[in-house]
């Protein structure tokens, strides 16, 4: 579904300021931007996720915030976090099985988190936040 | 459709690219290597880097590159049309670490300009080819030499240990 969502967007994805006043909104908002919403569930589970687990948000928060719209994006369309950093062949599909449902099995397992999302404290890129604010996801995606 | 070019010498694949879609690459004086533009009317747009908290030793001032003009009907036919190894780089827009890596390839194609040509693939607009090289995790990292893979890696990495590994790469088969 997300994939055809994607082909089927014909404006721009990176500029969605004035495709929204256009037609084809819903198609176009769903290529685009996440809703406020999901962006603040998934905000909130993403610290709260931190805390629990012992691990930090990158030293660079641009990658946490995108990480956190691509989980509020597929929250969106496919009705859970499926891990943004995949590449799937059925997203729908996925999503329905769970592995790579955030907090995937590797991070549970593993603490593995290849998005960069949780880290623990030895990985080079860690900083030492476990908080990310609403404005500072803004920020730092503005530009996309 | 949408079509980005950043100012490095990556091409980033427009969304109906297909063998019957011609592409034009355009010139520019100040800007490195080949640049896509479609042929039909279309928007053309640079993605901006997002503004992210001032990282490491990126150089301000990159000295500007000769620009090629070159046609190219498909991925395949740019790999086998390309004189020189081939950079892919698989990614998703919503992926950060792939967004991370936008300003390091940027560097990275301006100080190996000669070496490689940088190209990126969102792999939400090109999921064949993204299936066809069995991409999983994101970002992942294909060298293509004379059109074929010749070294894979995932993961995003600062711009030096990248052209570390690039360089290693290229010159183990000489």
Sequence with gaps: ?144 | MAISISPSSSLILPASWNSSTRLRASSSSSSSSSQLQFSVRTPLLRIATPRLPSSSSRPRFLPPVQAKKQTFSSFDDLLANSDKPVFVDFYATWCGPCQFMVPVLEEVSARLQDQIQIVKIDTEKYPSIANKYKIEALPTFIIFKDGKPFDRFEGALTADKLIERIETTLNVKQ
């Design chain 1, 1 to 144: 579904m997300t994939s055809q969502a994607s082909t089927f967007a014909v404006s721009v994805s990176s500029a969605p300021s004035p495709l929204r006043r256009r037609g084809n909104f819903s198609v176009v908002r769903a290529q685009v931007e996440p809703s406020d919403k999901s962006i603040e569930i998934m905000r909130k589970f993403s610290e709260q996720y931190a805390r629990k687990s012992g691990t930090y948000f990158c030293s660079d928060k641009g990658v946490t915030a995108v990480v956190i719209k691509g989980l509020a994006d597929h929250k969106d369309s496919l009705g859970a976090p499926l891990c943004p950093c995949r590449h799937y062949d059925d997203k729908a599909a996925e999503a329905a099985q769970g592995f790579w449902n955030c907090p995937c099995v590797p991070m549970r397992e593993r603490k593995e988190c290849h998005c960069m999302l949780f880290l623990t404290p030895d990985n080079d890129f860690a900083g030492n936040e476990q908080t990310i604010t609403l404005d500072e996801i803004k920020e730092s995606t503005e530009n996309m």
